[in-house]
């Protein structure tokens, strides 16, 4: 790896559903290699979710899903992303 170049992180993706279930997958990301920017308007519009697995692909529809969280974020987020923020109190996610 050259020395300017960024370590991959392990990203965790935790999936409620409005069941109250969850899923949760993790991902090496490499925070230069996509938009994240772009890649969330995307998604968003599809109204779906497609996460691969290597031997499954899982299509979940947004209508199903509560909320979604990556840890650690991402980078590069949308303009409308409200940032540096600290959680106070929660109520159950």
């Known amino acids: 790896m050259g020395r300017h170049m960024k370590k991959p992180t392990t990203a965790k993706l935790t999936v409620r559903y409005m069941d109250g279930t969850e899923e ?3 991902r090496v990301r490499e925070d230069h290699v996509f938009n994240t920017a772009a890649l ?3 998604v ?3 109204n779906a979710l497609l996460i691969e697995t290597g031997d ?4 979940i529809p947004f209508h199903n899903v509560r909320s979604i969280e990556v ?7 949308p303009r409308y992303a409200i940032t ?3 959680e106070v109190s ?3 996610r």
């Open 44 to 46: 968003v519009k599809t």
């Open 40 to 42: 969330i308007d995307e």
């Open 24 to 26: 949760t997958y993790n």
């Open 84 to 86: 540096n923020a600290r």
């Open 71 to 77: 840890s650690p974020p991402p980078t590069d987020l």
């Open 90 to 92: 929660s109520a159950g």
């Open 56 to 59: 499954r692909l899982a299509v």
